[in-house]
């Protein structure tokens, strides 16, 4: 049978003394904050590259165009996929 890892942790937790505790509430702050660091430079990313394409001044693209380029990605990466696996 399956055991949650949420009531293994906590089990866990339980035995830890009060001063190891502390160090894993720090440790979950840390990867807390460096998720949210991670969230905040992918958000910065993506404004920066929406600024680029906005600057590009193009047309949008219709849904054929679209789906073109959906197609010939798809395709590409097939290729590349049959050229790794020989």
Do not use: C, W, Y
């Amino acid at each position: 049978m399956d055991t949650d890892p949420t009531q293994t942790l906590v089990a866990k937790l339980r035995e830890l003394p009060p001063e190891r505790i502390a160090e894993v509430e720090d440790f979950v702050d840390f990867l807390k904050a460096r998720a949210q660091q991670a969230q905040r430079a992918a958000a910065h990313r993506l404004g920066a590259a929406m600024t680029r394409l906005d600057a590009l001044n193009l047309p949008p693209m219709s849904a054929q165009e679209v789906q073109a380029e959906i197609k010939a990605a798809r395709a590409q990466r097939h290729s590349a996929a049959d050229a790794n696996s020989r």
